[in-house]
């Protein structure tokens, strides 16, 4: 399967983005769907997940500012992101996977296989 994000950008601090992973190759029993992201010099950190139950999972830096959601196919998997802070500022990542997941397990890179290249956001104050 193939992921491509889009929808990144410069922004400053205040304002919204909406990311987009478009998803192509896969199959319906895909079962795990994340955001990552990674700023730059740290490491790759989960942001939101949805589970195998359609559960979705937030780090705590992020809830109440993002919301992930799919569209009703799950061929394309969105984070809205909204109050946006310069500690946001990184390249996002989508990942998936067939392998059943929830959380915190959902937020986990270990648990995704395929994995896009990525969207840079950057927020300034």
């Known amino acids: 399967g193939q992921l491509v994000e889009s929808g990144g950008g410069s922004v400053q601090a205040g304002g919204s983005l909406r990311l987009s992973c478009e998803a192509s190759?896969?199959?319906?029993?895909?079962?795990?769907m994340a955001w990552f992201r990674q700023p730059p010099g740290k490491a790759r950190e989960g942001v939101a997940g949805?589970?195998?139950?359609?559960?979705?999972s937030y780090a705590d830096s992020v809830k109440g500012r993002f919301t992930i959601s799919k569209d009703s196919a799950g061929n394309t998997l969105y984070l809205e992101m909204t109050d946006l802070k310069p500690e946001d500022t990184g390249m996002y990542y989508c990942?998936?996977?067939?392998?059943?997941?929830?959380?915190?397990?959902?937020?986990?890179?270990?648990?995704?296989?395929?994995w896009g290249q990525g969207t840079q956001v950057t927020v300034s104050s």
């Open positions: 990942a998936r996977d067939y392998n059943p997941c929830s959380s915190p397990w959902v937020l986990r890179a270990s648990s995704y296989k395929y």
């Open positions: 190759g896969f199959t319906s029993s895909i079962s795990c």
């Open positions: 949805i589970g195998t139950d359609g559960s979705t």
